[in-house]
């Protein structure tokens, strides 16, 4: 079992920058990925940025690229969502949620274990 638990949401104006943080515990002396999911309201929920386990390996939905940067410290069982020039449709709940798979996936079902959600608001 891995708890994964996320940090770092808030409110801010567009253009602004955030990061956000998930710290996970348990079972982690084994190798996993590890991604972002966002939901905004009345919306499903839809995959953001993973990384592989050594970190070498990202992987983006195209809205957020060359704006968001995954990133992980494997010293500290810690990813990191790297948020900048903001915009009213990033608004939403971001999850993390961890794989033992190798390769890097943008659904949800390859995904065994979630955080409970921090929320991002930002407005215009």
Do not use: H
């Amino acid at each position: 079992q891995v708890q994964l638990v996320e940090s770092g949401g808030g409110l801010l104006q567009a253009g602004g920058s955030l990061r956000l943080s998930c710290a996970a515990s348990g079972r982690t002396s084994s190798s996993y990925a590890m991604a972002w999911f966002r939901q905004a309201p009345g919306k499903e929920r839809e995959f953001v940025a993973a990384i592989s386990w050594g970190g070498s390996r990202t992987y983006y939905t195209e809205s957020v690229k060359g704006r968001f940067t995954i990133s992980r410290d494997n010293a500290k069982n810690t990813v990191y969502l790297q948020m900048n020039s903001l915009k009213p449709e990033d608004t939403a709940v971001y999850y993390c949620a961890a794989s033992y798979t190798g390769s890097l996936y943008n659904t949800e079902r390859a995904y065994a274990y979630w955080g409970q959600g921090t929320q991002v608001t930002v407005s215009s």
